[in-house]
């Protein structure tokens, strides 16, 4: 089973400062890689997939990077709308399985 | 637009077996590449996948859980529905369905439901 495990647990970033949020797999899971973003009481919504492709509608603030193991999130000028927590997921691993990170939680600093 | 809404009961006992309902709308399962899968949140905690069903039928299920899960598809009627057999309060979670497609996302899923939250507790 691929482990998927995000650092920090808790990044505290002040409104239009950069936060970087990592991501990393216990084996290579390629660019098979997703982030999202989930705000209280909300469902997940999807920023990233393939690694680095945003998705519909999701502000170029928001980048991803990274292949194999190594990943990152970043976000170039958090708004105050940014501050959620954020998982990544990968897909490689096959089958049989998906899994997530255990989250980062931006919060304000 | 596409929009996937789950239904169920909010309190099980334990032993009981579980039976949630996603209904969704804007796309058709029988379309080639498309998926739907479940996903749990238990209370403050992160996210785990637990099933996921194709177009084709082909069906997935997380390897920890595989014993307790079905999943399967009403292509007429637009819903999947997935059985979860003898629930304990460690089920007890927000759980999720969401869209994806094969191939255009990967395994990524795209438009998700609000969640349902389901309480396992005599």
């Known amino acids: 089973e691929i482990v998927m495990t995000q650092s920090p647990a808790t990044l505290s970033v002040s409104p239009g400062e950069r936060a970087t949020l990592s991501c990393r797999a216990s084996?290579?899971?390629?660019?098979?890689l997703a982030w999202y973003q989930q705000k209280p009481g909300q469902a997940p919504r999807l920023l990233i997939y393939?690694?680095?492709t945003r998705a519909t509608g999701i502000p170029a603030r928001f980048s991803g990077s990274g292949s194999g193991t190594e990943f990152t999130l970043t976000i170039s000028s958090l708004q105050s709308e940014d501050f959620a927590v954020y998982y990544c997921?990968?897909?490689?691993?096959?089958?049989?399985?998906?899994?997530f990170g255990g989250g980062t939680k931006v919060e304000i600093k | 637009q596409i929009t996937l809404k789950e239904s169920g009961p909010t309190l099980v006992k334990p032993t009981q077996t579980l039976t949630l309902t996603c209904t969704f709308s804007g796309f058709s399962l029988s379309t080639s590449g498309v998926g739907v899968g479940w996903i749990r949140q238990p209370p403050g905690k992160a996210l785990e996948w637990l099933a996921l069903?194709?177009?084709?039928?082909?069906?997935r299920y997380s390897p920890s859980l595989k014993s307790r899960l079905t999943i399967t598809k009403d292509t007429s009627k637009n819903q999947v529905v997935l059985t979860m057999t003898n629930m304990d309060p460690v089920d007890t979670a927000t759980y999720y369905c969401?869209?994806?497609?094969?191939?255009?996302?990967?395994?990524?899923?795209?438009?998700w439901g609000q969640g349902t939250m389901v309480t396992v507790s005599s």
């Open positions: 997921q990968q897909y490689n691993n096959w089958p049989p399985k998906l899994t």
């Open positions: 084996q290579s899971v390629s660019s098979n």
């Open positions: 393939g690694a680095s």
């Open positions: 969401a869209h994806t497609i094969v191939g255009a996302l990967g395994d990524a899923f795209d438009i």
């Open positions: 069903i194709y177009w084709d039928d082909d069906k």
